[in-house]
Structure formats: structure tokens, C-alpha cells
């Protein structure tokens, strides 16, 4: 089957490539979340068997591997599946497996039998599983693709990638309609200063304590940003997104909740009652907020506070999916955008590990008064209600005259006592400063 790939998933496929033919043996790939990187390794994953390579791609849920299979049969690829409760069939080139599953039956698999190694959702790359099937099969080409090259523990992909290549920004994706637009409001009522961390990210028990507060909140804003539309609502727990989600159910919204303990049938009967509109709110703890991909969604409800930049924008892509005439909405009662940026400022993504410090800068971005809209810095007006923000006042300086001081002397007044202003006196006298001098530094 020809497949016609757009111009920037072609010119990715080519960059990718590129870097093989000079010899390097494991590259990652990273594209914004909405621009096609299943269907991107789907493709190369193709023409890879057909050269008469065998084709390994690595997801790490039930939902991700029910995506790659059909992007592949979409595509006309046969292909095998690599999953628990179910035997091998090795006769196929391109295989889809489970990375728990493989690592499980790593016994069973020569270290030579791919030639292509995919591994999606690659941010995950240096977790433990991972690594062990990455290094089981290491004489084959590695490549992973991902929206977020990053780690919330800071950790640098270049332990496994020699080289990263891009694709175009969440921007140019949304400027030439492969995303949806989105409204981003940020309502005031939710702080995370002293939440504690764990593994780098806020600790979920303690964020839903606090996030507790705002439950009326997302109700009532999704009412009126979101009415009859469909959301997903992304939580601390399981047990606050049965909670979010008996909220929405008690007040004639139709929703459920999704967990990770359901079987296979059960989530994706949920999933597809969401893309048809027959739950209207479905709410999650973490099982969601990867490569799940259904284009009705109108909006995410961000009621997990997150410290990490990659689960961030993870969440946000969800609603992204194009449709005609659609603009999500992101409603954020937690703050995530105040402290880790828009979704559409451009990100610079390094194979290096970040330092903490960097980790925890904060964006620039500020929220309009009157709609709760979130803007860059840099904005004068607010692109929802058209409300014309303030300036920033001007510190005038005023010129006086004087001579440099020593940091170490110049202390606050409250903090001299009469021993500072001889101290000050005698300092003057040796350096030879002008008469007058310790006094009006005491002033």
C-alpha cells in the first residue's frame, strides 16, 4: 500500500536516515504530540521489513499497542504482537510487543534477531525495564521517538542516543492546522509552594489534600468553557478521579473513571464511549496521559499539580487532536502552566542531562484578570477578551553622588549599632575617604 506522508513526517523520515548512513547506530526522534510519531515509525518500521530487516516496536500500554497495531494495519503491514497471555508468532518482520512482556521472555529471543529496535514514548528510555531489553538486543539500530525529551529526575537521554533529530514546534504544527488551537485558562485558587517531591515530582497523596479545595472549581468552570463537550480529566489518585468523577456524575454529566486495575475490554470500551460522546468526563490518574489518541476530546481539566515539564505537555496533547472547527479548551486548576509554560513556547531539548536548578526556573507567562487566559510574558492583549494589560512600571534612577562601598559594609540601618559607626568611621580614615562618609552610609 503507497503511503503519503506529510511533507514534515517526510522530512523527518529523511533526517532519520540521514543519521544512520553516518553511522550512527541509535537515534531519537522528537515531534510535538499530534504530529503523527506512530504513524512515522509505522512507516519506517514498513520500509524497514521490506528491505528484509526484522522490526521490534516497544510500547509500554495495553493503548499504545492497540494504536501501533493499527497504524500498521492501516498501512497494510502484517505484524506480530508481543503481549501477556498470549504465545509468539516470530514468523512476521515487524513485531509489537510489550516492553514488560520482552523483558520477560528475553530468554526466548536471540540478541541478534531484530535489526530495528522502536522505542515509543522514549522519554521513558532510561527506566530499568527498558534499558534491560535496549541492551539485550544492542547489536541492533535503536531508534525512539518522543514529544518530550525529558526526565523529570533530570537524567539525559544521551545515555542511550548518539543523536537527537526535530521536527517542527507545537507552534508550526497549530500555524498549519496538524494541531488544534487551544484556549488555556488558569483560574487563581491552587499554590504548591511546600508540596513536597518524590522522584521529581510532586507527591501525590500530599497534592490531593491540597487540590481538594478546588473540586466545586472544575465543575462549574467546565460548565461554562466546556459545556456538552468532551474532557478528560487528569487526577492525584485513583481514588480522586473516582471522586472527580462522581462530582461530574452527581450534576447529570455523564463520566467515568479509568484505571489501570480495569482489563483491556473494559478501558477501551470506556475510551470509545469518550470519542463518541457518550461520557462526556473521563477521569484518570496517570493511564491517559500518554499516546492515547481520540480527536472528539474538546478539553482537558488539569487537576494534578506536576512538576514535571514532560507529563505537562503530555496532558495538554490529549485535547489537541484536529478536528473541524474545533479549539479545546484547557482548564489548569492547579497551576501547571504558571510553572512549566504555554504548550506552544518553543522548548530547546538537549540529550544532556538538566541540572535541578534548571529544572525548577519558571516560565514566562502570565494570566489575563478578567478570562483567566494564560499568555507569554510578552503579550499586551489578551487574545480571548481583548483585556489590555498594564505596563510594567519603570524604576527611574536618580543620579547622587558618592563613591563604591563594600558589600560587606554596607548594612542595612536597623542592623547598625553605635560600634558599626565607630567601625565605619575607622574604615574611612584608613582608606582616606571623604569626611562624612561613615555617617551618611550609617544614614
Known sequence: MAIQLRPYQQQLVNEIRGQYQLGRKSVLAVLSTGGGKTYIFSYIAQQASIKGNRVLILVHRAELLDQSSRALTNMGVTHGRISAGRSMD?????????????ARRLH?????????????????????????????????KLLGVTATPIRSDGRGLGEHYQTMVQGPTSQQLTDAG???????LAPPGFDSTGLR????????????????????????????????????????SVAHAEAVADLFQRNGVPAASIDGSM???QRRELLSDLGTGKLKVLTSCALIGEGV??????????????????????????????QPGKRAVVLDHVGNTLRLGHHLEPREWTLDGIKKRDRESAPSVKVCPQCFATSASAVQVCRECGHVFAPQQRRELQHVDGELVEMAVAKRREQF???????????????????????????
Not at 178 to 184: E, M, R, S, T
Not at 294 to 318: E, F, K, Y
Not at 432 to 441: F, H, I, L, P, S
Request: charged content about 20%; glycine content about 8%.
Open 90 to 102: 516470530l514468523s512476521h518482520a515487524v513485531q509489537i510487543a510489550s516492553v514488560q512482556t520482552v
Open 417 to 443: 549599632s553605635a560600634r558599626d559607626l565607630e567601625a565605619l568611621r575607622e574604615l574611612a580614615q584608613q582608606r582616606g575617604y571623604k569626611r562624612g562618609w561613615a555617617e551618611r552610609v550609617y544614614q
Open 293 to 322: 489518541d481520540v480527536p472528539s476530546v474538546g478539553g482537558c481539566i488539569l487537576l494534578r499539580p506536576t512538576a514535571s515539564v514532560a507529563l505537562h505537555l503530555q496532558m495538554i496533547g490529549r485535547c489537541l487532536r484536529p
Open 263 to 265: 482489563d483491556t475490554a
Open 197 to 236: 517531591k518524590r522522584m521529581g515530582d510532586f507527591d501525590p497523596k500530599e497534592a490531593e489534600q491540597r487540590v481538594g479545595t478546588i473540586m466545586g472549581d472544575c465543575l462549574g468552570h467546565y460548565r461554562k468553557h466546556l459545556p456538552g463537550q468532551t474532557a478528560i480529566a487528569f487526577c492525584c
Open 178 to 184: 496538524f494541531l488544534a488551537g487551544a484556549k488555556v
Open 108 to 140: 526466548l529471543l536471540p540478541r541478534d534477531f531484530f535489526q530495528l529496535l522502536v522505542v515509543d514514548e522514549a522519554h521513558h528510555t532510561t527506566a530499568g525495564t527498558w534499558a534491560k531489553v535496549i541492551e539485550h538486543f544492542s547489536q541492533a
